[in-house]
């Protein structure tokens, strides 16, 4: 859909703006054997749901009748009382934005169904029977109801008010590009290929469990379990409601447990046992679902291999017309997304990455044969870290340290502070460590070339700042010809994706890059987690933590009269703001815009949300839009613009988050020679400037 087409007319702080779609599960309290009871508890529920702008309400299976009532399903009081039930329903949904799918016993071709009845806005657009009836342990179902097996391609009238019957239904909203909700009913999830799959596989983005599943210990874990992987598996959200308060409890207990998943993640879930009605809510995004089913191409590809099955679906068309204006989010949007919030996910992320990054120099070593490294070390963060990655790849190689030839290389702008940070750091490491001043040959080429600070004058343009860089990277790589070894590169993903590096004869080039897939926002949790590891001496961790505390420079210009350092953020933007936006360009592709928007409540405020652990109070900032639309700009012109020619020739390295890499054997393929144009003109165009 254009990005004209999209926006409809709404605010750009609505959520149906941005390719999302809010969703609740509920649960009411039952009243046994009284469908008009029931009725009025999902009314009232849905209501609820209305004002807070639901695209999408869900209810737990048997819902009108309650679903431990035994032989009262073959009364027909009973199944009369529940058409009477969902003709009240259809009545009084007419000005409720929610698709309503509710569970009720219905009478059908001689038989009785447990079904999911689907009502919007005063249609009933449809009835979908359950296929799969448990009849082991407690569960006695074919004892009542018929499987909606062989039902396909069914009609049923139900009070009056006919509609499709079958599990081949599939309920697409016209005005919601990508929401397509498809129905299944508690033991449909348990079994080996669930009807969710199907219908994922034809096109439903979101997975409805109308759930009655009784509770027993352990119970809640495995059905957790099988939502959130049936999610992943079928790159869908997944929603669950399941029976609750005023169930009969002859025999059973019940838990009301309400779930919304997405894509292998928890969006949002309720406490268990409730005493009453309650409901999870959250917004989906059907953008990332569509730009993860297009991206893996084998998802389509199984669609082909069962399309005798998913080509069957029926569609059925209706309208949510959500509101325009800002309704809020209802789904955390993490600050950094590189970068896990919770503790002992982050300490999780922090050991597979630094393993990564060992794992693959200790092949490269073995597989080159090549006993010495070469490290450019300055003191600052990301060549600090390259650093720890080889002192630990020559402890697992059993090598001395000493074949670690680190050097400080200071030119016109490297501070004391970090140059100090840097010798202590090798000494603590017991690397060979060395200094070479790279001032004398930098003069000389500056004179060389004619430069005017060659002449006295404060000229510190790039050709000043890239006679260093390349200086530095040249006499590595002479180094490690001349002692045997290869230049370990430390420039990170960052820098990668906003062209923060010398092209060449520069710090862009290594042999070998361990840096290369690992974001700037990650590299400092990393150095973080082996202090805490304590995987070096007391020594090499207090520099470690002092090295921490710097502010990030490439101390190529010397300090001003205030002796400020030069700072990278100051010319390419805060790293904070620049990896989220590269997180969701490289991972989802998104549009600026939609990044803007999630930005914007990531980072609009510093007290909202949650902080990664150790993430220092002091650093702790927010960016109102004008300022995320402003670095945006920068990110744009940089990552479409003119970098891509470095990221094009860049050395090898591992990839180490699911994020994506830029490597162009890998995540990232791009044309050096293109441009920024449309991704510019949809930022000017679809973020307003406040």
């Given at each position: 859909?254009?990005?004209?087409?999209?926006?409809?007319g709404?605010?750009?702080?609505?959520i149906y703006r941005?390719?999302?779609?809010?969703?609740?599960t509920?649960t009411?309290?039952c009243?046994l054997?009284?469908p008009?009871?029931n009725a009025?508890?999902?009314?009232?529920?849905?209501r609820?749901?209305?004002?807070?702008?639901?695209?999408?309400?869900?209810y737990?299976?048997?819902a009108?009748s309650?679903?431990?009532i035994?032989?009262l399903?073959?009364q027909d009081c009973?199944?009369?009382?529940?058409?009477?039930?969902?003709a009240?329903?259809?009545?009084?949904?007419?000005?409720?934005?929610?698709?309503?799918l509710?569970?009720a016993?219905l009478?059908?071709?001689?038989r009785i169904?447990?079904t999911?009845?689907?009502?919007?806005?005063?249609?009933?657009?449809g009835?979908?029977?359950k296929?799969?009836?448990?009849?082991?342990?407690?569960?006695?179902?074919?004892?009542?109801?018929?499987?909606?097996?062989?039902t396909?391609g069914?009609?049923v009238?139900?009070?009056?008010?006919?509609?499709p019957?079958?599990?081949d239904?599939l309920f697409?909203a016209?005005?919601?590009?990508?929401?397509?909700?498809?129905?299944?009913i508690?033991?449909?999830?348990?079994v080996?290929?669930?009807?969710?799959a199907?219908?994922?596989?034809?096109g439903?983005?979101?997975?409805?469990?109308l759930?009655?599943?009784n509770?027993t210990?352990?119970?809640a874990?495995?059905?957790?379990?099988?939502?959130k992987?049936?999610?992943?598996?079928?790159?869908?959200?997944?929603?669950?409601?399941?029976?609750?308060a005023?169930?009969?409890?002859?025999d059973?207990?019940?838990?009301?447990?309400?779930?919304?998943?997405?894509?292998g993640?928890?969006?949002?879930?309720?406490?268990?046992f409730?005493?009453?009605?309650?409901?999870?809510?959250?917004?989906?995004?059907?953008?990332?679902?569509?730009?993860?089913?297009?991206?893996?191409?084998?998802?389509?590809?199984?669609r082909?291999v069962?399309?005798?099955?998913?080509?069957?679906?029926?569609?059925?068309?209706f309208?949510?017309?959500?509101?325009?204006?800002?309704?809020?989010?209802?789904?955390?949007?993490?600050?950094?997304?590189?970068?896990?919030?919770?503790?002992?996910?982050l300490?999780?992320?922090?050991?597979?990455?630094?393993?990564?990054?060992?794992?693959?120099l200790?092949?490269?070593l073995?597989?080159?044969?090549?006993?010495?490294?070469v490290?450019g070390?300055?003191?600052g963060?990301?060549?600090?870290?390259?650093?720890?990655?080889?002192?630990r790849a020559?402890?697992?190689?059993?090598?001395?340290r000493?074949?670690?030839?680190?050097?400080?290389?200071?030119?016109f702008?490297?501070?004391?502070?970090?140059?100090?940070?840097a010798?202590r750091l090798?000494?603590a490491?017991?690397?060979s460590?060395?200094?070479?001043?790279?001032?004398?040959?930098a003069n000389?080429?500056?004179?060389?070339?004619?430069?005017?600070?060659?002449?006295?004058?404060?000229?510190?343009?790039?050709?000043?700042?890239?006679v260093?860089?390349?200086?530095?990277?040249?006499?590595?790589?002479r180094?490690?010809?001349h002692?045997?070894?290869?230049?370990i590169g430390t420039?990170?993903?960052?820098?990668?994706?906003?062209?923060?590096?010398?092209?060449?004869?520069?710090?862009q080039?290594?042999?070998?890059?361990?840096n290369?897939?690992?974001?700037k926002?990650?590299i400092q949790?990393l150095i973080?987690?082996?202090?805490?590891?304590?995987?070096?001496s007391?020594?090499?961790?207090?520099?470690?933590?002092?090295?921490?505390k710097?502010?990030?420079s490439p101390e190529?210009?010397?300090?001003?009269?205030?002796k400020a350092?030069?700072?990278?953020?100051?010319?390419v933007?805060?790293?904070d703001?620049q990896d989220?936006?590269l997180?969701?360009t490289?991972?989802?592709?998104?549009r600026?815009?939609?990044i803007?928007?999630?930005?914007?409540?990531?980072?609009?405020d510093?007290?909202?949300g949650?902080?990664p652990?150790?993430?220092?109070?002091?650093k702790?900032?927010?960016?109102?839009?004008?300022?995320i639309?402003?670095?945006?700009?920068?990110?744009?012109?940089?990552?479409f613009?003119?970098?891509?020619?470095?990221?094009?020739?860049?050395?090898?390295?591992?990839?180490?988050?699911a994020g994506?890499?830029?490597s162009?054997?890998?995540?990232?393929?791009?044309p050096?020679?293109?441009?920024?144009?449309?991704w510019?003109a949809?930022?000017?165009?679809?973020?307003?400037?406040?």
């Amino acid at each position: 859909m254009s990005a004209k087409g999209k926006d409809r007319g709404q605010d750009f702080r609505s959520i149906y703006r941005h390719g999302m779609a809010r969703v609740a599960t509920c649960t009411t309290t039952c009243t046994l054997a009284d469908p008009m009871a029931n009725a009025q508890a999902v009314l009232d529920s849905a209501r609820q749901c209305h004002d807070q702008a639901v695209a999408v309400a869900l209810y737990p299976e048997l819902a009108l009748s309650g679903y431990a009532i035994d032989d009262l399903f073959l009364q027909d009081c009973l199944l009369d009382a529940v058409e009477a039930a969902v003709a009240r329903l259809v009545e009084d949904s007419r000005t409720l934005m929610p698709l309503i799918l509710v569970g009720a016993p219905l009478r059908h071709m001689g038989r009785i169904y447990n079904t999911a009845v689907a009502v919007h806005r005063g249609r009933l657009l449809g009835v979908v029977p359950k296929v799969h009836l448990p009849n082991y342990r407690e569960f006695y179902e074919r004892r009542h109801f018929a499987s909606g097996a062989g039902t396909e391609g069914a009609s049923v009238t139900v009070a009056g008010h006919e509609a499709p019957f079958g599990p081949d239904l599939l309920f697409t909203a016209e005005d919601l590009d990508g929401l397509t909700v498809h129905a299944e009913i508690c033991e449909d999830l348990w079994v080996a290929v669930p009807p969710s799959a199907e219908a994922a596989l034809a096109g439903a983005t979101v997975l409805a469990n109308l759930s009655a599943s009784n509770i027993t210990i352990g119970k809640a874990e495995t059905r957790r379990l099988l939502c959130k992987s049936q999610s992943a598996r079928c790159l869908a959200a997944y929603l669950y409601s399941s029976a609750g308060a005023g169930e009969s409890t002859t025999d059973l207990a019940w838990d009301g447990q309400t779930s919304i998943f997405e894509n292998g993640e928890t969006l949002a879930e309720t406490g268990r046992f409730p005493q009453g009605p309650q409901m999870a809510v959250a917004d989906v995004d059907l953008d990332l679902l569509r730009q993860e089913r297009q991206r893996m191409g084998s998802f389509d590809d199984n669609r082909r291999v069962h399309g005798a099955v998913t080509g069957g679906f029926r569609r059925i068309a209706f309208r949510v017309d959500p509101p325009s204006g800002d309704v809020g989010l209802r789904r955390a949007v993490a600050r950094f997304p590189f970068v896990p919030a919770v503790r002992e996910r982050l300490e999780l992320d922090c050991y597979e990455a630094y393993n990564i990054q060992v794992a693959g120099l200790v092949q490269r070593l073995r597989a080159t044969g090549i006993g010495r490294v070469v490290i450019g070390v300055s003191g600052g963060l990301d060549s600090t870290h390259a650093l720890i990655v080889a002192a630990r790849a020559f402890d697992l190689l059993e090598r001395p340290r000493t074949d670690i030839l680190a050097y400080t290389l200071p030119g016109f702008g490297t501070s004391d502070k970090t140059k100090g940070n840097a010798l202590r750091l090798m000494r603590a490491l017991g690397v060979s460590h060395h200094e070479l001043d790279i001032r004398p040959a930098a003069n000389q080429m500056l004179k060389d070339l004619d430069h005017p600070f060659a002449r006295g004058e404060p000229v510190y343009d790039v050709t000043f700042e890239n006679v260093q860089a390349g200086l530095r990277t040249d006499y590595l790589f002479r180094l490690a010809n001349h002692h045997d070894g290869i230049v370990i590169g430390t420039g990170d993903l960052s820098e990668l994706a906003l062209g923060w590096c010398t092209y060449g004869v520069g710090d862009q080039m290594a042999h070998y890059n361990v840096n290369a897939g690992v974001p700037k926002t990650l590299i400092q949790h990393l150095i973080r987690w082996v202090i805490g590891a304590r995987l070096f001496s007391t020594d090499a961790l207090d520099t470690l933590d002092a090295i921490l505390k710097t502010e990030i420079s490439p101390e190529l210009v010397p300090a001003d009269s205030e002796k400020a350092m030069q700072s990278s953020e100051s010319v390419v933007g805060p790293y904070d703001l620049q990896d989220f936006t590269l997180f969701y360009t490289l991972r989802y592709g998104f549009r600026p815009s939609k990044i803007a928007f999630l930005a914007l409540h990531a980072w609009g405020d510093a007290a909202r949300g949650d902080w990664p652990a150790g993430y220092p109070e002091e650093k702790r900032r927010a960016f109102t839009l004008a300022e995320i639309r402003g670095w945006m700009r920068v990110f744009i012109r940089r990552f479409f613009g003119f970098s891509q020619f470095k990221r094009s020739a860049m050395p090898n390295g591992p990839k180490v988050t699911a994020g994506g890499s830029l490597s162009p054997r890998g995540d990232w393929r791009a044309p050096s020679d293109g441009n920024a144009r449309i991704w510019l003109a949809e930022l000017e165009r679809a973020v307003p400037e406040e």
